[in-house]
Structure formats: C-alpha cells, structure tokens
C-alpha cells in the first residue's frame, strides 16, 4: 500500500516557475512508476508527465506534448519523493495536479492505481 501527499500549488503569474513534490509513504517506493496528471475545471483528467521505476538501469521519463520542454519530472528514492518542475507556466496550465504510482510502472504507459488527492495551480495573466 502506497500513500501520496503532492504540496507545492499556487497562484503564479504567466511565465513563471513552481515545483511540486509527491512525497511517498510505503515500502519498495523504487518500484513505482510514478506520474503526474491534472484536471483542469470542466475537463476530464489528463497526463503530464512521468519517471519509470527504478529498479531498472535506465529510468525514463516521459512527457506530454503540451509540457514538453516546459517540464521536467523527477525523483529521490532516498527521500521517498517525486517532483514536477514546471517553468514557463502557462494559463492554460491552471489545473488540479494529481500525483500517481503503478508498480513497475514505465513512463511511456503509466497506470496509476495510486493517488495522491491534488494540488492546485493556477497562472495568472
């Protein structure tokens, strides 16, 4: 059983920069893939961005075209955390953002069947 906290929401100003953490309670965090999601007000729940398992040589991460280059996901299996950097924060980026984990989860497909319960962002014009 794994137990997700995000922090790190706000109120930002267009072009600005916010980190979010997920910190993980729960044994073996190495051994999930771990992803962002968000939900924007009226809208269903959409990928952000990924980290695959770390059991594994080669971590990847994943992202989705609307973030990309803007965003950048990360762990710390020492402090049991997953991070998003998001720089260059957009309007359109203003949403709840959700922390998930899967099992040996890989970036390219992530499956969360555990959540964190959100964080808001949102950019201001």
């Known amino acids: 059983q794994l137990r997700l906290v995000e922090s790190g929401g706000e109120l930002v100003q267009a072009g600005g920069s916010l980190r979010l953490s997920c910190s993980a309670s729960?044994?073996?965090?190495?051994?999930?893939?771990m992803g962002w999601f968000r939900q924007a007000p009226g809208k269903g729940r959409e990928f952000v961005a990924a980290i695959s398992w770390s059991g594994r040589s080669d971590v990847t991460t994943f992202y989705a075209d609307a973030v990309q280059g803007r965003f950048t996901v990360s762990r710390d299996n020492s402090a049991n955390a997953a991070y998003l950097q998001m720089d260059n924060l957009k309007v359109e980026d203003t949403a709840v953002y959700y922390c998930g984990a899967e099992p040996w989860g890989n970036a390219q497909a992530l499956s969360p069947g555990y959540w964190g319960q959100g964080t808001q962002v949102t950019v201001s014009s």
């Open positions: 729960g044994p073996s965090f190495r051994n999930y893939g």
